[in-house]
C-alpha cells in the first residue's frame, strides 16, 4: 500500500498502480471499523463517471455491508449531491468515489462524517486502520435512491431569477454535472446549450479542469461563436467551476466569490466572507468595499467548510472554483448551485456583461503548477519560504507563503492532492508581474535540484 495516496482532504491516487481491487476492498473495511467507531451505520455512496469507478463502487458496497454498514448506494451523481444526500436522507456519512480534476488513469475517494468532508488527521486514521488490518463483522444491506430530482428541485426552489433570459453555455467537460445544470437551466427560464455532456470517463474534447486555459479553451471558443452572455465549465465532479464571460475573459472562483459577495452584502451588511491565499488581493479589497468582512483561510474544500461553519460566515470561496454558501444553502461547495446564484444575479441586470467590467483589472496569473516529487514539495516550500522572509515586505504562511511587496504579491504552496508545487502571482503591471514570477520560479528551481541531488 502506497500511505502518499492518503493525502489532505481525500484519498487519491493511479489506479492499477495505488488504487486496486484489493486496495479498495482492504479501504472498504477500514472505513467500516472507522464509521461504526462512530456509531455511524448508514452512508451513503455516490461516483463520478470515470471507468474505474463502477467496479470501485461495487467493492465498496461489498466491503462495507459484509462490516455491518448500510450503503445507500446513490449512483453517478456529482459531487454536492452527496453532500446533499447527507441533509436529506438518514445516513451518519458518505463516500464519493472520484478523481476530480485529476487525469483519466486516476481516482479517488472522498469521505464524510457526519455532514462534514474529513481532512488531514482524520484520514490520517483510516491509513493505521487499513496497515493494522482492522475489520469489523456484521451483515448490513445495500439500498438505491434517486436523489438527484429532489437536488435539482432545491436549487430551483431557492433561486429568484430577474426578467432577462440569459444565454449560457454549459461545459462539464464530459464530467457528471452537465444533466443537472442543463435542468437548472432550464428551470431558471435562461437560454441554454451545452457542450461535452455526456458523461465519459476518458475526458475526450478536454481535461476538466475549469481553471486552465486548456480546460476553458472549447469554451471560450463557444461563447464568442455564439455571443453568449456568458459561460460555465464545471471539474468532473462539479463541485468547482470557472466562468467565460462574453468578451472571452476567464472569470476565475475568487472574482466570481466576489460578485456573489457583493450581492449578499447588499442586503446583509457585515458578513464575513472568506477567501483562501491563491485569492486576488482584489477579492479581498471587493469584499471589504462591499462591507463585508474579508478573512484569509487555508486551501482546500475541506478547511475552507470547516472554516465556514466556525466563522458563521455567509459564503466563502476559491480561486480553484470551490464555492460555499451557508446564504440559502447548506455550506458545501457546490459549482451547481452556485452557478444558479451567478445567474440570478446577472439576469436582474440590464448589462450582464458590465458587472463583470466593474471588476478592477490587475494582471495576474492562473494557478501555475510546478512538478515536485511528493518526498520533498514540503521540504522545498519551507526552503522557499526561509527565503521569502527576507527579500518580501510581508509573508503569510497560514498556507505555504503568501509573500507582499506593495500591490505585487506571489504564492507559493505544496499542493495537497498532486505532486506539484503551486504557484500565483498578482501585480499592478505586467513588468512587476513578470520580475516576481521570474525570481520565484528560479529560486524554487535551484531549490528542488538541490533536494533532488542530496537525494
Known sequence: MNPEVFREYDIRGVVGTDLDDDFVDGLARALAVYFLERDVSRVSLGMDARLSSPAFRDILKRGLTESGVHVIDLGMVPTPVMYFSLFRLHVGGGIMVTGSHNPPDNNGFKIA?????????????????????RTATGKARGSTCDIMPEYV????????????????????????????????????????????????????NHHPDPTTTEGLAMLRAEVLKQGADLGIGYDGDA?????????????Y??????????????????????????????FFDEVTRAGGIPIMGK????????RLMQESAALA???????????????????????ARLLEVLSREAEPQAVFDALPRVENTPEIRIACPDRI??????????????RYEDCVDIDGVRFTSGDTWGLVRPSNTQPVIVLRFEARDREALAGIEADTRNRLSEIIRELESAG
Open 299 to 306: 486551501v482546500g474544500h475541506s478547511p475552507m467548510k470547516a
Open 377 to 390: 514539495k514540503f521540504q522545498a516550500v519551507d526552503r522557499f519560504k526561509a527565503y521569502a522572509r527576507t
Open 153 to 204: 428541485d432545491d436549487i430551483i426552489s431557492r433561486i429568484r431569477p430577474g426578467h432577462r433570459r440569459l444565454n449560457v453555455v454549459v461545459d462539464p467537460g464530459n464530467g457528471v454535472g452537465g444533466a443537472p445544470a442543463m435542468a437548472v437551466c432550464n428551470a431558471l427560464g435562461m437560454e441554454v446549450s451545452g457542450i461535452c455532456l455526456e458523461p465519459d470517463g476518458l475526458f475526450p
Open 113 to 133: 462524517l457526519g455532514r462534514m468532508t474529513i481532512y488531514g488527521e482524520e484520514i490520517q486514521k483510516i491509513r493505521v486502520i487499513m496497515e493494522e488490518g
Open 317 to 339: 470561496g476559491e480561486m480553484s472554483g470551490h464555492i460555499f454558501f451557508l446564504d440559502r444553502w447548506y455550506g458545501f461547495d457546490d459549482a451547481i448551485y452556485a452557478s
Open 239 to 251: 463541485d468547482r467551476l470557472g466562468v467565460i464571460d462574453a468578451r472571452g475573459n476567464t472569470v
Open 253 to 282: 472562483g475568487d472574482m466570481i466569490t466576489a460578485i456573489l459577495a457583493r450581492e449578499i452584502l447588499r442586503n446583509r451588511p457585515g458578513e464575513k466572507i472568506i477567501g483562501e491565499v491563491k485569492c486576488s488581493k482584489t
